[in-house]
């Protein structure tokens, strides 16, 4: 499969145009990406990570507010190379911003959602695509509805069952936030039209394309504001 950076590193399309309704009245003012940690714009800390796993390019999906995410990019200085795509109008949905980050890509790509702090071996987890031979590849935690809810049955290195609204006793693994994809995932979906990743991910498990890895660091978000406390604690390790 095609890769979209001459040293074979994936680029990472970060969903970062979601409202944070968790997160009350801070989210009126702000989109999720600028929500405060240890002093400093979370988008900040989701960068310097990235650069860390040997990240080189990253596409921004924004919607909500996005002219404030863009004036904080303004003073990034981590010398990775950005791209923007954007909703417009109407919202996309997370589905149909990547649909739409796909008109800058050649193959294949990570998905990372914006408020997701995933503190793992990037490289290994694109080696780990490339080798199963899928069109997607889902990272997952066997959460056991420890920290949220169970939504993906995993069995024999597939994702056989994801639904983040109707669980069953057999999801004992949580999706993690972050996935591999190839572009030829996108075919049936219509540009422009709103739709949500979960469809990608359930049209894959259809034809049996949609592998699993498992890994077994927990993930941390900014999508609460109990989130946002426990991810300090972390960074402050």
Do not use: W
């Amino acid at each position: 499969m095609a890769k979209s950076n001459p040293d074979g590193s994936l680029p990472v399309v970060i969903l970062a145009g979601g409202f944070g309704t968790r997160l009350g009245s801070f989210s009126r003012k702000f989109p999720k990406s600028l929500v405060p940690v240890l002093g400093r714009p979370f988008l900040f800390h989701q960068i310097e990570l990235l650069k860390r796993k040997s990240i080189k390019r990253i596409i921004f999906c924004l919607g909500y507010k996005s002219e404030l995410i863009l004036k904080t990019l303004n003073e990034d200085r981590s010398g990775l190379s950005f791209d923007f795509v954007f909703d417009g109008r109407h919202a996309l949905g997370t589905g149909g911003a990547v649909r739409k980050a796909t008109e800058l890509i050649s193959g294949d790509f990570f998905v990372l959602y914006g408020d997701s702090y995933l503190d793992i071996d990037y490289q290994a987890v694109q080696k780990i695509y490339e080798r199963v031979g899928k069109q997607g590849l889902m990272v997952l935690y066997k959460n056991k509805n420890q920290i949220e809810r169970s939504n993906v049955v995993f069995k024999n290195g597939l994702v056989t069952e994801y639904d983040k609204r109707k669980t069953s006793s057999r999801m004992e693994y949580i999706d993690y936030g972050l996935s591999v994809l190839n572009k030829k995932a996108m075919k049936g979906f219509l540009p422009g039209k709103k739709f949500d990743l979960s469809e990608i991910f359930s049209r894959l498990i259809t034809k049996r394309q949609l592998a699993g890895t498992v890994v077994r660091k927990r993930f941390y978000e900014v999508g609460s504001l109990q989130g946002i406390k426990e991810l300090e604690k972390y960074l402050k390790k």
